[in-house]
């Protein structure tokens, strides 16, 4: 299975701030790479899908880029609904494995 | 609008099984591929198998693979995922997930809309 690393595991930061979360893939999965948010007792939430394609709905302080086999989500501006845990997923190949989260705290 | 409602999970002894059923509305289930994915408490998801739109084709992970099948009834709108030979590590929440556009559209490799999600439970 391909293994996604996040980092940092967490992150504390205060409403405003710029939040930038990195996910590196054990191989190449070429740009077959989302984003979720998942809040306590819910299901993910998809924000990004395809390494920087917004899914609709989605506010544009998120965004997604890549660099070879290192992907990152960026948070503009962090507003109180963002308080969350993020998780990036591949889709190169399957099983679709999930990195292990970044959580987001409250400073 | 879409939905998923998972049903069928519990608690049940290690060796045993469970059938998890999935009730999808609001869109077209024919034209998707579907999923079904755990998480284990304070872990990350995995997709644990997939079944094409049309239920030719499935996929397992390598830890449920010979364990668990997946199908799907397409003149039902539902999902199943039997799970035999349970072990304490299949504990987790499973949810079933649409992927995001169907087999007429270009992939995306994402998910897009969850259930609300079925806790199983495998303890002696």
């Known amino acids: 299975d391909i293994q996604m690393t996040q980092s940092p595991s967490s992150v504390s930061a205060s409403v405003g701030d710029r939040v930038t979360i990195t996910c590196r893939a054990s191989?190449?999965?070429?740009?077959?790479l989302a984003w979720y948010q998942q809040k306590p007792g819910r299901a993910p939430r998809l924000l990004i899908y395809a390494a920087s394609s917004l899914q609709t709905g989605v506010p544009s302080r998120f965004s997604g880029s890549e660099s070879g086999t290192q992907f990152t989500l960026t948070i503009s501006s962090l507003q109180p609904e963002d308080f969350a845990t993020y998780y990036c997923q591949q889709a190169d190949t399957f099983p679709w494995t999930f990195g292990q989260g970044t959580k987001v705290e409250i400073k | 609008q879409v939905q998923l409602v998972e049903s069928g999970g519990g608690v049940v002894q290690p060796g045993r099984s469970l059938r998890l059923s999935c009730a999808a509305s609001?869109?077209?289930?024919?034209?998707?591929?579907m999923h079904w994915v755990r998480q284990a408490p304070g872990m990350g998801p995995l997709s644990v198998a997939l079944i094409s739109y049309d239920g030719r084709n499935k996929f397992y992970a390598d830890s449920v693979k010979g364990r668990f099948t997946i199908s799907r009834d397409n003149s039902q709108n539902t999902l199943s995922l039997q799970m035999d030979s349970l072990r304490p590590e299949d504990t987790a929440v499973y949810y079933c997930?649409?992927?995001?556009?169907?087999?007429?559209?270009?992939?995306?490799?994402?998910?897009?809309?969850w259930g609300q999600g079925t806790l199983v439970a495998v303890s002696s």
């Open positions: 191989q190449g999965v070429r740009s077959w």
């Open positions: 997930a649409r992927e995001a556009n169907s087999h007429t559209q270009s992939p995306r490799g994402s998910l897009e809309y």
């Open positions: 609001g869109f077209s289930f024919s034209t998707y591929a």
